[in-house]
């Protein structure tokens, strides 16, 4: 584990090595999120000198280490557990709880976001559980989140995949999408042409097409049918990526929520259609057809097609 690594050549470490080491074991879920070159920029040091901290770490790179860090990330996201009690003193907080903290304040960001961008956000979340497949397209730093995305999208039983917007990944995902379904582009830095484009060739499909970005002038932003697209005066293009984490994170919650009362509401229909059975059969009627071609509808709505 990265973090025992860290630990045991810390002593050993130069001035360079030790401000890496410290952001990666107090941010892990900042660190995540960056590349090399990002990382270097975030803490004002060479390059080079994150790819060496890797290799001291005993890693072939920094690509390595961090999709150690990604794994141990989504396995704290993902365990079923309670978050630990942050009222005890912060000099004796262990790393579990730093990790805590930091998933806490995941939703701290949305307090930038206007009542109009809430609704646009309830909006997105609401298309994205009612139809068949939802195909998520982002380039750099956020395409870690969009495959994130998609893998909690899968957890709540939806079909969803994420790929970047590059030709070779465009042209085998984009021949496998369906009328009906939908596009989600997350825009972040530079002008995102090619996501752009994948908006538009999934449309052309017959595609629902939505953005979320940190630029509302990006191409993206004005190419898709529903945008939620906010300004930040914050220094870093961090505040983006967190922002964007947010809203993710809140759309995933509601669709979590929409989905336990659709299974409760199901269960309540599925229980007046039995009875509808046993009253039928109760007066006689051999052929109860009727009600189990009803209950056979309601079934197919709740089932999605997987993704190949």
């Not at 000198?49 to 390595?64: C, D, H, N, P, S």
């Not at 150690?68 to 630990?84: D, F, G, M, N, S």
């Not at 003193?89 to 998933?103: F, G, I």
């Not at 293009?237 to 989905?259: D, K």
């Amino acid at each position: 584990m990265f973090k025992d690594r860290i630990r045991n050549g810390y002593a050993q470490f130069s001035p360079g090595f030790r401000r890496l080491a410290d952001f990666i074991l107090n941010h892990a879920l900042e660190a995540a999120l960056l590349t090399a070159t990002e990382l270097a920029q975030r803490l004002e040091v060479d390059p080079a000198t994150v790819v060496r901290f890797a290799q001291e770490l005993g890693y072939t790179g920094y690509r390595e280490l961090s999709q150690e860090i990604k794994q141990y990330i989504h396995e704290h996201l993902t365990a079923p557990r309670q978050l630990p009690d942050m009222d005890s003193k912060a000099s004796e907080a262990t790393e579990e709880q730093r990790l805590a903290a930091q998933l806490q304040g995941i939703y701290q960001p949305l307090q930038y976001l206007s009542l109009a961008d809430l609704r646009l956000l309830e909006e997105i979340g609401a298309t994205l559980n009612a139809v068949p497949a939802v195909w998520i397209t982002a380039e750099g730093s956020a395409i870690h989140l969009g495959r994130a995305f998609a893998q909690e999208l899968q957890n709540l039983g939806l079909a969803a995949e994420a790929f970047e917007s590059n030709l070779l990944d465009m042209a085998m995902y984009l021949e496998q999408v369906q009328a009906g379904d939908a596009l989600l582009a997350l825009g972040h830095e530079g002008p995102q042409l090619n996501l752009s484009h994948v908006l538009r060739l999934g449309q052309a499909k017959g595609g629902r097409t939505l953005c979320i970005s940190s630029n509302g002038m990006q191409a993206a932003a004005r190419e898709a049918q529903l945008t939620l697209a906010f300004a930040l005066g914050a220094p870093s293009a961090m505040s983006g990526l967190a922002l964007i984490a947010a809203v993710l994170a809140a759309i995933a919650n509601m669709i979590s929520q929409q989905r336990k009362e659709s299974l409760q509401q199901q269960e309540e229909l599925r229980q007046k259609y039995l009875q509808q059975l046993v009253e039928l059969r109760q007066q006689g009627h051999a052929d109860p057809g009727l009600a189990l071609a009803i209950w056979s509808q309601i079934l197919s709505r709740a089932n999605r097609p997987p993704i190949l």
